[in-house]
């Protein structure tokens, strides 16, 4: 009987302490936001004024077209890299997780796209034909 008892206890802690485990949890995804490339004077694809995170707008008004490899468009930023300003404007964050455009030439020379894979913060790009 004694063999039993001790069996018998054995059982009703493993059971007792699977009851009080919490449930596994899944990462949800992190959500990304897009930002615009508004050009300075409407023409400066240059490599310094695509990396300036002042020409990428959240909130365009009208939001262009994007489509083709020639010139900068649209960036996917990741939400850890963004904030709302106090206009409730998604922005990129200036202290923290700072995300990073690095820029390269596109398909045609002298326009300028970011690439993704350099970017810190950055989930997708789309360029625009020319």
């Known amino acids: 009987m004694k063999r039993y008892i ?11 302490s699977l009851a009080f485990t919490n449930k596994s949890t899944t990462t949800k995804p992190l959500s990304s936001h897009s930002f615009y490339y508004m050009a300075p004077g409407g ?3 240059s490599q310094t004024a695509v990396q300036d995170k002042a020409n990428w707008i ?7 077209t994007c489509s083709g490899t020639a ?3 649209r960036i996917e930023v990741n939400d850890s890299y963004t ?5 409730s404007i998604r922005v990129f ?5 700072v995300a990073e455009i690095v820029a390269g030439e596109g398909s045609v020379p002298e ?15 789309t360029d625009r034909a020319q």
């Open 111 to 125: 326009l300028n796209v970011p690439l993704e894979q350099s970017s810190t913060g950055l989930d997708g790009t």
């Open 83 to 87: 904030e709302l300003n106090g206009s």
């Open 43 to 45: 023409t400066d694809y």
């Open 93 to 97: 964050k200036t202290s923290g997780n």
């Open 58 to 64: 959240s909130n365009p008004g009208t939001v262009p």
């Open 6 to 16: 001790f069996g018998t206890i054995a059982v009703i802690i493993a059971t007792a």
């Open 71 to 73: 010139k900068a468009c």
